[in-house]
């Protein structure tokens, strides 16, 4: 998580120079969520680093990296009020959708100034009750679906209103933006529901990483996107269940049933797998080939020339499918 979003927080950066105006405005915006996404992975890290090392609570290092860690969740909600106008593109009907998102900044600017006092507070040890850091955690995770929610909302009906070959491009996007957001509200309720910190945690890592890739990709279209969309997709919402089933088995009242249900379990993900990034790469990705048959085509391809007059015809006949 940390890598991908890092990475894509320093290719949005780049585009700052080449942007101006209206562009540059998307720029920061979208950058400045991937930033706060990218600390929050970052601060999870070195927490669990932290703990490895033997670097208590207590220890300056961990109030560190734990401050980084609930300050940049706090800001989450705030950064992502500010993507809403990007998912709204040029449909009418999704304009009130992208009012909506912008009122709410107007109280997530006191609500986020208010966590940010809190976090400062329990930093410099002026709080110690835990129930403020568990108020502040627990209503920043609950917005982040409210959102999503409303990125659901534009992505369908800019999707439906899809025509041209560049607004199939933006459908594909979409699409990808759909699923991400889907993802996320099933597994942050569903933690949330479960009351389980370690479950929300995992759910919001993996919810923001994904999102993360889906706005990359649909405003930027970076080079290797494609990529992370194909693996992080299916391995995302594959892990998702595999938590779950984990947590289903521990929690039978047929212990001696567990080995063979976890064995199961992974065997059943490892021939899943496969099906599941070829429907990625098709429906998402508009992929009639995959990738592999296209290196077995082109391969063979390449074999069967034996003269170097050849390449020129054999290039536009071979890879223009």
């Known amino acids: ?53 033997n670097l208590g609570p207590s220890s300056s290092v961990f109030k560190a990296t734990f401050f980084i860690r609930r ?6 909600p705030l950064a992502l009020s500010y993507l ?18 912008r009122w709410l900044r107007f ?12 976090q400062v507070a329990w930093l410099f040890g002026w709080l110690t009750d835990p129930r403020f850091m568990t108020f502040s955690s627990r209503y920043s995770v609950r917005l982040i679906p409210v959102f999503f929610i ?10 439906r209103k899809s025509v041209t070959v560049k607004q199939s491009q933006l459908k594909k996007a979409n699409a990808v933006a759909l699923i991400a957001c889907l993802a996320g509200i099933a597994a942050i309720v569903a933690a949330d529901w479960l009351n389980n910190g370690v479950y929300v945690r995992l759910a919001v890592m993996a919810t923001l990483t994904t999102f993360a890739i889906a706005i990359a990709y649909r405003l930027y279209n970076f080079p290797f996107m494609d990529t992370f969309i194909r693996h992080a997709t299916p391995g995302v919402l594959l892990v998702t269940v595999l938590v779950g089933g984990v947590a289903a088995g521990l929690g039978s009242d047929h212990p001696a049933v567990l080995p063979l249900w976890l ?16 429907w990625v790469e098709r429906i998402l ?16 391809a390449i074999r069967s020339l034996t003269r170097r007059e050849q390449f020129a015809s054999w290039v536009s006949e071979v ?3």
């Open 1 to 53: 998580g940390v890598l991908i979003v890092g990475l894509q927080t320093f290719l949005i950066a780049r585009q700052w120079r080449k942007a101006h105006g209206v562009e540059r405005r998307k720029v920061l915006e979208c950058g400045l969520f991937c930033l706060m996404t990218f600390l929050w992975q970052f601060g999870n890290l070195a927490d669990e680093a932290a703990l490895a090392l």
């Open 71 to 76: 300050t940049a969740l706090d800001l989450i």
């Open 84 to 101: 809403s106008p990007l998912f709204a593109g040029h449909s009418p009907g999704s304009e009130w959708l992208s009012r909506f998102g």
């Open 107 to 118: 109280g997530l600017w006191p609500w986020s100034i208010m966590l940010l006092s809190i």
């Open 150 to 159: 409303i990125f659901t909302i534009q992505s369908l009906r800019q999707m």
């Open 263 to 278: 064995v199961l379990l992974s065997i059943s993900l490892i021939y899943v797998k496969e099906p599941f990034e070829r």
């Open 285 to 300: 990705m508009g992929f009639d080939e995959s990738i592999e048959s296209q290196e077995n085509r082109i391969g063979m």
């Open 319 to 321: 890879l223009a499918p």
